[in-house]
């Protein structure tokens, strides 16, 4: 009796285990799907926005990295008024793409500095929390100029 008894048991654990086992690789492989419909969407936040008279908008929209979640894009975007609407004149990344964090970028105190001017040619400086313990980063200058961005 005693000898069946511990491979009953030696058995049931054996099933037991490739049980977990097989939940676990399913659960994995869920995950995987989740993430991957998750990434397909990009998270995007408008960090700034400046309005200058009804002639010119611009932004500044923290994208969310598709490849590392802590990462993320800076991209200004210039609009141009136009039969009533904003149109999209030029787009330039701020930085190196996914050279910033993500959630600095999208918490209080994101945008440590954007000026905007309504001249022709038009300056504009940029400044961005790169962590709450290293500070703001350097200015990034830039003239608009047509509603087109170059550096300065």
């Given at each position: 009796m005693s000898l069946f008894s511990n491979r009953a048991r030696s058995r049931r654990s054996a099933i037991a285990a490739v049980t977990l086992l097989t939940a676990g690789v399913l659960g994995a492989?869920?995950?995987?799907?989740?993430?991957?419909?998750?990434?397909?969407?990009?998270?995007?936040?408008?960090?700034?926005s400046s309005v200058?008279?009804?002639?010119?908008?611009?932004?500044?929209?923290?994208?969310?990295?598709?490849?590392?979640?802590?990462?993320?894009?800076?991209?200004?975007?210039?609009?141009?008024?136009k039969n009533g609407a904003w149109k999209e004149t030029d787009l330039v990344t701020v930085?190196?793409?996914?050279?910033w964090f993500w959630f600095p970028l999208t918490g209080s105190g994101a945008v440590c500095e954007f000026s905007t001017a309504s001249t022709e040619p038009a300056p504009l400086a940029?400044?961005?929390?790169v962590t709450p313990s290293i500070g703001c980063s350097e200015v990034t200058n830039y003239l608009v100029k047509e509603g087109r961005v170059f550096a300065a």
């Open positions: 492989v869920g995950a995987g799907s989740a993430g991957a419909d998750t990434a397909a969407a990009q998270q995007k936040k408008v960090i700034a200058l008279g009804s002639d010119y908008k611009y932004t500044l929209t923290a994208l969310r990295s598709t490849e590392d979640q802590y990462a993320a894009t800076v991209e200004l975007q210039v609009y141009k008024q930085g190196d793409v996914d050279g940029v400044s961005l929390l």
